[in-house]
């Protein structure tokens, strides 16, 4: 079954704004993921948010997590024209669904120079 | 030096063919996963190894079969595929398994199977 959910489906903005993509799930969880994937190529894992943290930086990237509302949200702060991709969330739960990695449908970015 | 390597990278092939999706990984790591992600970009696992021993085995048609000789290869063989095969199927790794803890996973570059 989906487990992440993201919004918007799609967004466009212009070079050097921020993009705010949400994710929203259903169960609890041990962790959630944030991956990156380029039109053609496989997945590239950004940040792991583990469930008892509630923000997390890595570069550019800001990950946060309420695990109450069982939301994350990724913010990318002065988008590039490479940061085009589109963007999933996933999430883990092992104790139930055997630790699977569970898949959004992701958010397509666009970024316009 | 490719992490996770998967042959072949595109796949066309006639209904009622069987074929096999190869998977390499050199990080050394001890599972190994399949996923399919169709035409909406939906991304579904199907199998899971973690040192050759099976331990996620989702619904899937048991014309799909994974094999797994040694812990740095995964393989997926398909037998009579159907139209509804069509999909990219992504293999991945992990450290260890996802139950085990917090581990990202690290993706090959994919295999577009088309079948007509």
């Known amino acids: 079954s989906q487990q992440g959910e993201e919004d918007p489906q799609a967004l466009s903005i212009q070079e050097g704004e921020n993009a705010t993509m949400n994710c929203s799930y259903k169960?609890?969880?041990?962790?959630l993921q944030w991956y990156r994937q380029n039109s053609g190529r496989g997945l590239v894992h950004l940040i792991l948010i583990r469930s008892n943290e509630r923000e997390k930086h890595s570069g550019r990237l800001r990950v946060t997590l309420d695990t109450s509302k069982k939301s994350s949200s990724l913010l990318i702060t002065a988008s590039r024209a490479a940061d085009t991709a589109s963007y999933f969330c996933a999430t883990a739960n092992i104790y139930n669904q055997g630790g699977k990695l569970i898949f959004g449908q992701g958010t397509e970015l666009s970024v316009k120079p | 030096d490719t992490a996770v390597s998967q042959t072949p990278k595109y796949l066309v092939t006639q209904m009622g063919n069987d074929k096999s999706i190869k998977c390499e990984q050199n990080?050394?790591?001890?599972?190994m996963y399949w996923y399919k992600q169709d035409s909406k970009k939906f991304l579904k696992i199907m199998f899971s190894?973690?040192?050759?021993?099976?331990?996620i085995n989702e619904t899937v048609p048991n014309r799909f079969s994974p094999k797994s000789p040694d812990k740095a290869h995964l393989n997926l063989h398909i037998n009579s595929l159907e139209l509804g095969d069509s999909a990219v199927y992504f293999c991945?790794?992990?450290?260890?398994?996802?139950?085990?803890?917090?581990?990202?996973?690290?993706f090959g570059q994919g295999t577009r199977l088309t079948v007509v």
């Open positions: 991945a790794s992990s450290q260890v398994p996802q139950m085990r803890g917090n581990t990202e996973a690290f």
């Open positions: 190894y973690n040192n050759k021993e099976l331990i």
């Open positions: 990080l050394g790591h001890d599972t």
């Open positions: 169960t609890s969880i041990n962790n």
